[in-house]
């Protein structure tokens, strides 16, 4: 598998010449240097650092009798100290993939989370999400929720710092948030709009 400290070398416009780890305290930094060829033939030295989290998964839960969706809301320090106010993100369920495949992760997440077990999921898409620094892939689920699914309250676990509270809104609410700014978080809004879109009311 290739990660920071072992670069894949399928592009041979790129030599990996030096690699640091820099901190790997509660995930993986490193600073990597290379050489990459331009278009013209000459080759430039560059240096990057690139955070490694681990890949994630995440999953829009939603109702379509009732035109509604099943979102979260955590504390987020980053935005909190970037000038959220409060530092509350409204968010689809989401968790890295630790040792588990993607779906199995986020049937796990969704469980924890929400506390709805989900039956069959979508595969939607996967993504970069800040692809200038962050190795994360994510990937991105859907599945339709009920009164039936439901197993306990969610609010995810406390052991792991989890303190998050479940948010049902209209699916037409839930993108007036998007304009007006109440809701912020990329994943969120990318398969908020997917759902009216492509997704299950884009009838």
């Known amino acids: 598998m290739h990660n920071a400290e072992n670069p894949p070398t399928d592009n041979p416009r790129v030599r990996v010449t030096d690699v640091r780890l820099l901190s790997d305290n509660w995930y993986r930094l490193h600073t990597t ?3 990459l060829q331009q278009h013209d033939g000459s080759w430039s030295t560059q240096s990057r650092e690139t955070y490694d989290r681990g890949n994630g998964a995440t999953i829009l839960l939603y109702d379509v009798a009732r035109r509604t969706v099943l ?3 955590q504390f987020r320090y980053p935005a909190y100290i970037n000038g959220h106010p409060g530092g509350m993100l409204i ?14 992760a986020i049937r796990r997440e969704a469980i924890e989370e929400t506390g709805h077990r989900v039956g069959e999921v979508t595969h939607v898409f996967d993504a970069f999400m800040s692809p200038g620094s962050v190795t ?16 306990h309250a969610g609010g995810g676990l406390a052991d792991e710092g989890e303190h998050i509270d479940l948010v049902e809104l209209a699916i037409d ?31």
Request: negative net charge; glycine residues 6%; charged residues 30%.
């Open 33 to 35: 240097t290379f050489d």
């Open 136 to 151: 994360e892939r994510l990937h991105f689920y859907a599945a339709p929720y009920d009164a039936g699914t439901r197993e």
């Open 71 to 73: 979102l979260t809301s």
């Open 91 to 104: 968010e689809t369920a989401a968790g890295l993939l630790d040792d588990d495949d993607p779906e199995t």
């Open 173 to 203: 609410e839930a993108l007036a948030m998007i304009d007006d700014g109440r809701i912020i978080d990329a994943k969120t809004i990318m398969l908020l709009q997917w759902s009216v879109l492509r997704g299950p009311f884009s009838a």
